[in-house]
């Protein structure tokens, strides 16, 4: 299965990960929005009021019709707006969670739990089990990796691997030696034997098997395929759009242009097989937002635009791509500092280590052996104190104090006391709260899933836990 960099931190990953593991980077918002808001009508009180003054002398019959159409069409709106209101409050007070996965917003959500469910290893089996901690699906695959959006997880059973509905009903059933994960196109690429194709959610083959390694389909409809030792990208019917003839090859970016490999050089090209940037770099990552990819002459990295002219020159020993405040961390020497967008220091080299700025405005940064928190002036907001840290996700971050983890939140308060074992896991953000409110954590050798408050939602049971 083909693998990509995180651009932060080049961590190796799935090209289906929307966040790295590691360091959290993500190309989208940690948050996202609430349902729209449908308001009830109201009968118009001020109608009622007017009409009651504008009574005249007349006889009284006419009077009594007047009095009694008022009371009618008070009447009438009482009742609609006594239908409208107690339909919205039934639906706001249903026990039923709110589900925003539907709502206009184009944000992804990244919970732990999905499906309501949460892939867990007791023993030598993998089940789901719901937020209380009870099993939906029993221990009973070999291997288990929680839903998809679309309701499918994949899972292994001896050597093979298929894909189940939240129910724990085999919808594909298990026959691949592989498998990877779906794209939102609604295919994902499996492995019979040393081949790689694509089938759809009912299991059947799209792209029959051909291909010596994959990866995920990309936004503009295009999936990078490996054919001997030669890279190309076909669409979603399996056609070459770009013959195989590159050493490597990354992932498109927003603007169109994918970073290849000819040689030892990397260039860009356009969805049309045609150069835009010459192979010229011995190193090179796919384009940020800002139009700007870093890239690495000799043994400095520097950050070019879609037109290859270097917009900061080669000058430094490392350097991540720019965060969603304009600033990128860069290494020089033994030092890690800050720059903005056109190359000039906002926070001069002073860092033993360095991670990106998250959406809050903070950067987790090392001062000897102790991490803290800096803002975008490079003032500390959380001074260096800390064994370790982690980046904050929904308000709070770990820490480690005497080798034991807790959490902070943004001003530095200890809000959970330090009390779980540190661990690294690929396959969850480990120690880190998604966005339903939930992190998992380890003691001993034991997994349990804690709230934000920091109480054991799910007791420390399993031997292992999955969200990716």
Known sequence: MSTKNCPDCDKELT?????????????????????????????????????????????????????????????????????IFSNENENNNSDTPVDVSNSNSDEYINNLFKEDLLAVKSGDSWGFINVDGEYVINPQFDSAYNFFDNGLARVQSGEKWG??????????????????????????????????GF????????????????????????????????????????????????????????????????????????????????PQFD?????????????????????????????????????????????????????????????????????????SFRDN????????????????????VINPQFEDVGSFFNGLAYFAEDDKIGYIDEQGNKVIPPQFDSFFNFFIMAGDFFDDGFAVVKLGDNYGVIDKSGRYVINPQFEDIRRW
């Open 15 to 83: 090209e289906q990960d929307k966040f790295c593991p590691n360091c959290g980077k993500s190309t989208i918002s940690d948050e996202a929005k609430e349902p729209p808001y449908n308001k009830a009508y109201v009968p118009d009180e001020h109608y009622h009021y007017e009409a009651q003054k504008t009574k005249t002398k007349r006889k009284i019959p006419i009077w009594l019709i007047v009095l009694a159409g008022i009371i009618v069409l008070a009447l009438i709106g009482g009742a609609l707006f006594l239908f």
């Open 361 to 380: 405005g903070l950067a987790r940064v090392q001062s000897g052996d102790k991490w803290g928190f800096i803002n975008e002036v490079g003032t500390y």
């Open 163 to 196: 894909f189940i509905n939240n129910e724990g009903t085999y919808v594909i059933n298990p026959q691949f030696d592989d498998a990877g994960w779906f794209s939102e196109n609604g295919l994902v690429d499996v492995k019979v034997g040393d081949k790689w």
């Open 283 to 355: 190193d090179a990552s796919s384009f940020s937002t800002n139009g700007l990819a870093r890239v690495k002459t000799g043994d400095k990295w520097g950050f070019i635009n879609e037109e290859g002219t270097f917009i900061i020159n080669p000058q430094f020993d490392n350097a991540y791509m720019f965060a969603i405040n304009g600033l990128a961390a860069v290494e020089v020497g033994d030092k890690w500092g800050f720059i903005d967008e056109e190359g000039t220091y906002v926070i001069n080299p002073q860092f033993d280590d360095a991670w």
């Open 199 to 278: 089938i759809n959610e009912e299991g059947i083959y799209i792209i029959n098997p051909q291909f010596d390694d994959t990866g995920g389909f990309s936004d503009n409809g295009l999936a990078r395929v490996q054919s001997g030792d030669k890279w190309g990208f076909i669409n979603k019917e399996g056609t070459y759009i770009i013959n195989p003839q590159f050493d490597d090859a990354g992932w498109f970016s927003d603007n169109g242009l994918v970073s290849v490999k000819v040689g030892e050089k990397w260039g860009f090209i356009n969805e049309e097989s045609i150069y835009i940037i010459n």
